[in-house]
C-alpha cells in the first residue's frame, strides 16, 4: 500500500517524536538537572505508561476505571518479586529488569482478565464502582500477602508469615511492609524504552481492526452487535492490555526505589492517573504523556509553596477544569490549538 | 420518477406469498408465529412471514403498531417469548445479535446508531470485521496479514461508498456529515457485513422528494447487484408501493393485511387502520 | 450474645453508612454525577463540631446544628462554583473537579487545623446500657446514631413524596429538561438537593467521630468511599437502597472484622459489592433502565 499519511498517522508520529526529542534532550541536559528532578525520570515513565494504559480503557474502550493501580500494584509485586527471585540466575540487571517488566505485565494481564470477566458485564458508572473495589482488594490482599522463596520455591502465606522457610531462605513480600532491599536496576533509558513500546502497542491496536471494532463499541454497543462484533471479546482484549501494561510501568515504578508497599497504589493513585487522562484528553496519546510528566513534576516545582503546594494542585486542577469545559474558551483556544497542531503534525 | 414494476407474488409449500423468481429456492426469512410481551403487553403476536430469496418487502404500519419490535425480534435485540425465526432455515433462538448478523441479517436503525467518532471508512471498515482474519498481535505488530487484509478492507470499503457516491467522504468523521448522508453511510455499513437479507428501519425518513426518489433506485440497485433480500419499514407510501414486491401491514402488534402492493391498496382493514372507520352513512 | 453485639455495633455503622450514602444517591439521582467531595464534607462538619465544643465550650447540639449550617452552605458553595459551571460538560470533567474539589476541602484542613490527629469527644457522652448481666453493652451514641437514621430516612421519605421542593427533587431526577418545561426551578432544586446532602454530611461527621473518635483531615474519604459503596449497593438514585445498603454493608464490615479477618474486612465488604452487582447489575433496589432500540 502506498504510504499514505493521514491526520492519525501523522499525530502518532509527532507523538513518537516528541517523546523521543524529550528523551534526547533530558539526557544531553542531565548533568545540569537538579538531583530530585532526576530522581523523577524514571517515576515519570512509569506515570506516562499508567496514564497511555487507562486512556486505552478510558478514551479508546471509553469505559471509566476507578482501580487501575490496582494493575500498576500486582506487576509491582509480582515483577519485583520475579527479579529478586532471578537475582543468582540473571546477574546482568538490564536483562533481569526486562524479565521482570515482563513478569509484571503478565500477572497484572492475568488479573485484568479475570477483573474483566464480572466488571466487563457491567457498565457506565457501575463498572467504575466495581473497578475501584477490585482496586481496594488488591491494596488488601498484598497488604497481607507474605513471600519467601527457599531452596524449596517459593512459600505464600496470607495475614501473617507462616512460610516457614528453610535455612538461607528470603522474605520476599512482607505484608504491610511490603518488599525491601530491591535492588534499583530501573533507569530512564528502559523507561524510555517502556514507554516507546507502549506507544507502538497502543497506536498499533488502535489502528488495526481491533481499535476499530473497540472504539465502535464505544461509540455504539448496540450497533457494533448489529455489525457482528463480538463485545465482550474486544472489550477485554482493551481490557487486558490495559492491564498488562500497567503492571510493567508497576514494575518499572517499584524498581526505582528500594522498598515498596501496597498502600502505595491506593484509590488516590488510580486518580492520579486519571486527572492525567481527562487532562490531557480522552483518546490522546500526547496528551496524556504531557499531562502525566506536568503533573508529576507540578508538586516539585511548587516546593516553593512548600504547605499550599497541594492545595494550588487541587486549585490548579478545579480551574483546568472548569476553563476547559467552557463553552466560549473553548472555541476561542480552539482557534489557535487546530492551527498549531497541523503545523507541529507536519 | 422510478417506474413501478410489477411482481407476481405465488404461495410455496407453507402457503406464503414471494415472488415468483425465488420459488424454487429456499425463503431466506420465515417467520412462524413470532411474538414478544413486555410484562403482560403483547407488542407483537402470531407474526408471520416469508421473505424470498432476492425480494423487496415492505412492513408497514401506524405508528407503535411493531415493526421496529419485530426488527429487533429479528436481530435478536430482543428474545421472543414466541415462535420461531427460521433464518435461510436455521433457527435463530438461541443466537446473539452477533450471530445473527454472522448469519446473514444486517440491519440499520430508526434513530442513527453510527460510530460517530469514527471515519466514514473505519464505520464501514469495522462492519467487515468478521470476515477479517488477522489477529491482534499481527496488527500490533504490523505482519504481512495486517497490510493484506487492510488493504483489501480499504480497496472494498470505497466501492461499497461508491453506491451512494461517498467515497470523497471517506475521511469525514462519521458524526459530522449530514442527516441523508448518515442514514446512507448506515446502509452501506450495513452491507459491509455482506448480509443475505437487509434490515432497513425507514431509510427515507428525512429525505427530501428528490433524495427518496434516489434512494428507491439505489435500493434496487442494491437488490439486484448483490443478489439479497430486503426487507424495509417505511412511512414513504410512495416509496414502498413502488419498490416493495410483498407488503405486510402490522397494527397493534398484529399483521392485517400481507400481499403485494395492488393488494394492500384494495384492503379494507388497511384503510381503516391509517385512515379510521368510515361513518357509517 | 457476642454475635448480637456484633450485630448491634454493625447496624451502628451502617446507620452512619446509610447517612452519608444518602448525600450520594441524592446528589447522584438529581445531577448524575459522582460527588467524591461529599466525603470530606464529613470531615469539615466534623472538624466544626469539635472546635464549637472544645473551644468555645457550646453545648453539643449547638455545635451539630453549628455544624449542620456551616456544611450546608459549603455543599450549596461547591456546588455553584464548582459543579454548576460544567453542568453540560462530560461527565468525567465533573468527577475530576469532584477530586479537585475534596482534594481542596482536604488540604485547607490541613493548613487550618493540621494534621494532629484530634481527639473528637463524643457529643453524647460515652454512657453505655447494659443488659443481661453486662453481656450486651449498647453505648448512647449506638443508640443516638441509629435513632439519627430512623428519623433521617423518615423525614427524608416524607419530604420527597409530599413538599413541592420533594417533588421537584423527583421530576428533575426523573428528567432535567421535562422538568424545566414543568415550570421547576431546576437550579435551585440542585443546590436545593447538595445542601440537603451536605447538612446530612455533618450529622454523619459527628456521629462518626463521636464512635471513633479520631479526627484528621483524611477521616471522611474511607467512609466516604465506603458510604459510595453502600449507596451502589442499594441501588444508586434510590433513597431506601441508601438505607439497606448502608446498614447491609456495615453488618458485612462489622461481622467480617468479628469473624474473618480485621485487614481483610474492606477485602471482604468490596467482594460482597462485586458479587451483588454481578447478581443485580443496578443494585439491590436500583432499576435497570434499557436503552430503547
Not at chain 1, 501523522?10 to 542531565?30: D, S
Not at chain 1, 467504575?128 to 482488594?137: D, N, P, Q, S, Y
Not at chain 1, 498499533?204 to 457494533?224: K, P, T
Request: net charge positive.
Amino acid at each position: 500500500m502506498k504510504l499514505k499519511l493521514n491526520k492519525t498517522t501523522r499525530k502518532n508520529f509527532a507523538t513518537y517524536g516528541v517523546v523521543i526529542l524529550a528523551y534526547v534532550l533530558l539526557q544531553v541536559m542531565k548533568g545540569s538537572l537538579s538531583s530530585s528532578l532526576k530522581g523523577m525520570l524514571v517515576p515519570i515513565c512509569a506515570y506516562v505508561v499508567m496514564a497511555i494504559s487507562l486512556n486505552l480503557t478510558v478514551g479508546i474502550l471509553g469505559e471509566l476505571s476507578l482501580g487501575h493501580a490496582g494493575f500498576m500494584s500486582v506487576g509491582a509485586f509480582t515483577g519485583v518479586t520475579a527479579a529478586i527471585a532471578l537475582q543468582n540466575v540473571i546477574p546482568a540487571a538490564p536483562l533481569r529488569l526486562a524479565v521482570g517488566l515482563a513478569v509484571g505485565a503478565a500477572f497484572a494481564g492475568i488479573a485484568g482478565f479475570l477483573i474483566g470477566i464480572p466488571v466487563l458485564r457491567l457498565n457506565g458508572d457501575y463498572l467504575a464502582i466495581v473497578t475501584l473495589a477490585f482496586g481496594e482488594i488488591i491494596k488488601s490482599i498484598f497488604n497481607n500477602l507474605y513471600v519467601g522463596i527457599d531452596k524449596n520455591g517459593m512459600q505464600f502465606s496470607l495475614l501473617s508469615d507462616k512460610t516457614n522457610l528453610a535455612e538461607g531462605g528470603k522474605l520476599i513480600i512482607e505484608g504491610p511492609m511490603g518488599i525491601g532491599g530491591i535492588q534499583k536496576i530501573s533507569t530512564f533509558t528502559a523507561g524510555f524504552i517502556l514507554v516507546m513500546i507502549t506507544l507502538i502497542i497502543v497506536f498499533n491496536l488502535v489502528n488495526s481492526r481491533a481499535g476499530r471494532a473497540i472504539m465502535a463499541i464505544r461509540d455504539n454497543h448496540i450497533a457494533a452487535e448489529s455489525i457482528g462484533l463480538h463485545v465482550t471479546h474486544y472489550k477485554m482484549m482493551a481490557f487486558v492490555t490495559s492491564a498488562a501494561l500497567a503492571g510493567a510501568a508497576g514494575t518499572l515504578f517499584a524498581m526505582n526505589y528500594s522498598t515498596i508497599m501496597a498502600n502505595k497504589f491506593d484509590f488516590n493513585t488510580s486518580i492520579l492517573v486519571l486527572v492525567f487522562v481527562v487532562l490531557g484528553g480522552q483518546g490522546n496519546m500526547l496528551g496524556s504523556i504531557v499531562a502525566a510528566a506536568a503533573l508529576t513534576v507540578l508538586p516539585e516545582m511548587l516546593r516553593t509553596f512548600a504547605d499550599y503546594r497541594m492545595l494550588v494542585y487541587a486549585i490548579v486542577l478545579i480551574l483546568v477544569m472548569l476553563t476547559t469545559n467552557n463553552a466560549t474558551l473553548r472555541s476561542w483556544f480552539s482557534r489557535f490549538s487546530l492551527k498549531n497542531r497541523e503545523k507541529e503534525a507536519a | 420518477m422510478a417506474t413501478r414494476q410489477k411482481t407476481k407474488l405465488v404461495p410455496i409449500p407453507s402457503k406464503s406469498l414471494v415472488p415468483e423468481r425465488d420459488v424454487d429456492k429456499r425463503p431466506i426469512l420465515e417467520c412462524i408465529n413470532l411474538g414478544i410481551s413486555f410484562g403482560g403487553l403483547k407488542a407483537v403476536e402470531g407474526f408471520d412471514l416469508t421473505i424470498g430469496r432476492t425480494e423487496i418487502a415492505g412492513l408497514i404500519g401506524p405508528n407503535g403498531a411493531g415493526k421496529t419490535t419485530v426488527f429487533n425480534l429479528l436481530t435478536k435485540v430482543y428474545q421472543p417469548t414466541m415462535g420461531t425465526v427460521l433464518l435461510d432455515g436455521m433457527d435463530t433462538h438461541d443466537m446473539t445479535t452477533a450471530q445473527v448478523n454472522r448469519n446473514g441479517i444486517a440491519r440499520t436503525f430508526q434513530n442513527i446508531r453510527l460510530f460517530q467518532n469514527l471515519t466514514v471508512e473505519e464505520n464501514v471498515k469495522v462492519a467487515m470485521d468478521a470476515h477479517m482474519k488477522y489477529n491482534m498481535w499481527s496488527g500490533i505488530f504490523r505482519m504481512p496479514g495486517y497490510w493484506k487484509e487492510e488493504k483489501i478492507a480499504h480497496e472494498r470499503a470505497l466501492e461499497l461508498l461508491s453506491i451512494f457516491h461517498m467515497e470523497d467522504l471517506a475521511n469525514a468523521q462519521a458524526g459530522s456529515l449530514p442527516y441523508g448522508a448518515q442514514r446512507r453511510l448506515e446502509i452501506v455499513r450495513a452491507l459491509a457485513t455482506n448480509p443475505s437479507l437487509l434490515l432497513l428501519d425507514e431509510p427515507a425518513a428525512g429525505m427530501n422528494p428528490s433524495e427518496t426518489a434516489e434512494l428507491m433506485e439505489n435500493i434496487r440497485k442494491i437488490r439486484d447487484t448483490f443478489q439479497i433480500a430486503i426487507l424495509l419499514i417505511e412511512h414513504d407510501m410512495n416509496l414502498v408501493m413502488n419498490i416493495c414486491e410483498g407488503i405486510a401491514v402490522l397494527n397493534f402488534g398484529r399483521i392485517i393485511a400481507k400481499g403485494t402492493p395492488d393488494d394492500i391498496q384494495a384492503n379494507p382493514a388497511v384503510i381503516e387502520a391509517y385512515l379510521g372507520k368510515k361513518k357509517e352513512a | 450474645m457476642t454475635f448480637l453485639n456484633f450485630l448491634i455495633s454493625g447496624i451502628s455503622l451502617g446507620s452512619i453508612y446509610a447517612i452519608i450514602a444518602l448525600g450520594y444517591t441524592m446528589v447522584y439521582g438529581i445531577a448524575k454525577m459522582l460527588n467524591f467531595a461529599h466525603g470530606d464534607v464529613i470531615m469539615v462538619g466534623a472538624y466544626i463540631c469539635f472546635y464549637a465544643v472544645s473551644r468555645f465550650s457550646l453545648p453539643p447540639l449547638a455545635g451539630v446544628v453549628l455544624a449542620m449550617l456551616v456544611c450546608t452552605v459549603l455543599g450549596m458553595l461547591v456546588e455553584r462554583l464548582a459543579y454548576k459551571p460544567l453542568r453540560a460538560a462530560p461527565s468525567l470533567a465533573v468527577l475530576i473537579t469532584a477530586i479537585g474539589v475534596s482534594y481542596f476541602l482536604q488540604n485547607t484542613a490541613l493548613l487550618l487545623w493540621s494534621s494532629n490527629p484530634k481527639v473528637f469527644p463524643s457529643v453524647v457522652g460515652n454512657g453505655k446500657i447494659e443488659m443481661f448481666g453486662g453481656q450486651l453493652t449498647i453505648s448512647h451514641v449506638t443508640i443516638v446514631t441509629i435513632a439519627a437514621c430512623v428519623i433521617i430516612m423518615l423525614a427524608l421519605t416524607w419530604f420527597t413524596g409530599n413538599t413541592r421542593m420533594g417533588k421537584a427533587m423527583r421530576a428533575c431526577s426523573e428528567d432535567k429538561g421535562a422538568a424545566q418545561l414543568m415550570g421547576i426551578n431546576v437550579n435551585a432544586t440542585i443546590s436545593m438537593t447538595f445542601a440537603i446532602g451536605s447538612g446530612l454530611a455533618a450529622i454523619a461527621g459527628v456521629l462518626l467521630c463521636s464512635a471513633y473518635p479520631t479526627l484528621v483531615p483524611t477521616t471522611g474519604s474511607m467512609p466516604g468511599i465506603k458510604a459510595f459503596t453502600a449507596a451502589v449497593f442499594g441501588g444508586i438514585g434510590s433513597i431506601p437502597g441508601a438505607l439497606l445498603g448502608g446498614l447491609l454493608l456495615g453488618v458485612i464490615e462489622i461481622f467480617a472484622k468479628a469473624y474473618i479477618s480485621t485487614q481483610l474486612s474492606d477485602a471482604v465488604v468490596f467482594a460482597v459489592l462485586i458479587v451483588v452487582l454481578l447478581v443485580k447489575p443496578a443494585g439491590l433496589l436500583g432499576k435497570q433502565i434499557h436503552e430503547k432500540v
